[in-house]
């Protein structure tokens, strides 16, 4: 019984490993590989029974394929809704700066508390942005180390 478990540790060892870090496409893609794989194996799917894996396996195949399908699906209804956030991206800029002119003249001409701290709040914002934007966009390259 305890080589019949060492045996299927191993035939999951690569399958198993990070799994949850993955891509969910790939998740669905390894794990379709890795039932296809046991079936395909009388040895291994002999070894499972012998420990009771077996149920599990196929409820795994079962689920794996239920995911795939409703991943699918959502995928096309998602992929055929037009128009993207990327495409929505300039207008929404635009409406941004013309928001923050207002708020900034509001300020310059009717000066009030609220406006004041609003203000305030976006100016923190915007630096604190500006500052993670320009770390991306300016990130030196990595000088190699002399030896």
């Known amino acids: 019984m305890l080589r019949s478990f ?9 399958y198993w490993r ?10 669905i ?22 420990i009771g894996i077996n149920i599990p396996m196929n409820d795994l195949k079962v689920n794996n394929t ?4 409703l991943y699918l699906t959502r995928n096309e209804e998602v992929g ?19 928001f923050c002119n207002v708020i900034e ?7 009030n508390e609220t406006l004041v701290t609003l203000f305030n709040s976006m100016d923190a914002l915007r630096t604190k942005a500006h500052a993670l934007i320009t770390k991306t966009k300016d990130k030196p390259e990595e000088t190699p180390t002399k030896v």
Do not use: W
Request: aromatic share 8%; glycine share 8%; charged share 25%.
């Open 6 to 14: 060492f045996a299927l540790k191993n035939f999951n060892k690569f």
């Open 18 to 27: 990070d799994l949850s870090k993955r891509a969910l496409g790939t998740q």
């Open 29 to 50: 893609k390894d794990t379709t590989e890795m039932v296809g794989k046991y079936e395909a194996d009388a040895t291994i799917v002999a070894k499972a029974t012998t």
């Open 66 to 69: 239920s995911l795939a399908s």
């Open 80 to 98: 055929g809704r037009g128009t993207s956030g990327t495409d929505l991206r300039p207008a929404a800029n635009e409406g941004y700066v013309q």
């Open 105 to 111: 003249q509001s300020v310059n001409l009717m000066p």
